[in-house]
C-alpha cells in the first residue's frame, strides 16, 4: 500500500513560481506512475501532470503545458511539480496520485489512479 504526502503549497502572486512535492512511501513495491490532479471550489477535480517513474516519460494537461514541469528524485521516492507563469485560475487544492500498475498509455483520467495524498492548497493572488 502506497502512502503519499503532499508539500509545497502556499500564496503566490500571479506570475510566481511554486514548486510541490510529492513524497511517496512504499510497502512492497513502487508504483508505476505518480500524477498531479486539482480541483477548485465548485470544480471537477483535473488532472494536471503525470509521470512514470521508472522511465521518466512525462505527460501535462493543455492547460499547464508549458508552465509546468514534473519531476522526481527516485532515491527520495518524491515527485516535484514546479509551476511557473501562475495565473489567479491555477487556485486549488492540488493533490498527487499513485498508479500501482503499469499501464500502455498515460493515465490522465482520475479512476487510473490508485492512491491519494490529502492535498496542498495553492493560492494564486492576482
Known amino acids: 500500500q502506497v502512502q503519499l504526502v503532499e508539500s509545497g503549497g502556499g500564496l503566490v502572486q500571479a506570475g510566481g513560481s511554486l514548486r510541490l512535492s510529492c513524497a511517496a512511501s512504499e510497502r512492497t513495491s513502487s508504483p508505476y506512475a505518480v500524477g498531479w490532479f486539482r480541483q477548485a471550489p465548485g470544480k471537477e477535480r483535473e488532472f494536471v501532470s503525470g509521470i512514470a517513474l521508472n522511465g521518466g516519460g512525462t505527460w501535462y494537461s493543455e492547460s499547464v503545458k508549458g508552465r509546468s514541469a514534473i519531476s522526481r528524485d527516485n532515491a527520495k521516492n518524491t515527485v516535484y511539480l514546479q509551476m511557473s507563469s501562475l495565473k489567479p485560475e491555477d487556485t486549488a487544492v492540488y493533490y498527487c496520485?499513485?498508479?500501482?500498475?503499469?499501464?500502455?498509455?498515460?493515465?490522465?483520467?482520475?479512476?487510473?489512479?490508485?492512491?491519494w495524498g490529502q492535498g496542498t492548497q495553492v493560492t494564486v493572488s492576482s
Open positions: 496520485a499513485a498508479r500501482r500498475r503499469a499501464i500502455a498509455r498515460r493515465p490522465t483520467a482520475e479512476d487510473e489512479y490508485d492512491y
